[in-house]
Nanobody, 126 residues
Framework: QVQLVESGGGLVQTGASLRLSCAAS????????RAWFRQAPGKEREFVAA????????KYADSVKGRFTISRDNAKNMAYLEMNSLKPEDTAVYYC???????????????????WGQGTQVTVSS
């Protein structure tokens, strides 16, 4: 069973940068597409970014384009989200997600992902 664990969240000021990490373990052959979602209190979980097995394939939500960068290190079973120019509206719990082996598209909906981390809180103070 694949397990994902996020880290790197915290409290930062508007305009600051933050780097989130996601470690995968426990059967990583089942991990293919990797993605980040976020969920603010009282709101639905929303897509942030996805990256395919090749890091040349990426997709971003319009709200984070030009500010966030998703990447992965397949040798280390890691995924990352570099967040720059953070805004208060970026405040949310950020979740790492991965598809199982055989699902390789850059999906944008939570239902398409098979494995999830516990989430890490990102708070941007205005």
């Amino acid at each position: 069973q694949v397990q994902l664990v996020e880290s790197g969240g915290g409290l930062v000021q508007t305009g600051a940068s933050l780097r989130l990490s996601c470690a995968a373990s426990g059967g990583t052959l089942g991990v293919f597409t990797r993605a980040w979602f976020r969920q603010a209190p009282g709101k639905e979980r929303e897509f942030v970014a996805a990256v395919g097995w090749s890091t040349d394939r990426t997709k971003y939500a319009d709200s984070v384009k030009g500010r966030f960068t998703i990447s992965r290190d397949n040798a280390k079973n890691m995924a990352y989200l570099e967040m720059n120019s953070l805004k208060p509206e970026d405040t949310a719990v950020y979740y790492c997600a991965s598809t199982r082996w055989g699902r390789s598209a850059l999906y944008m909906t939570p239902i398409d992902y098979d494995y999830w981390g516990q989430g890490t809180q990102v708070t941007v103070s205005s």
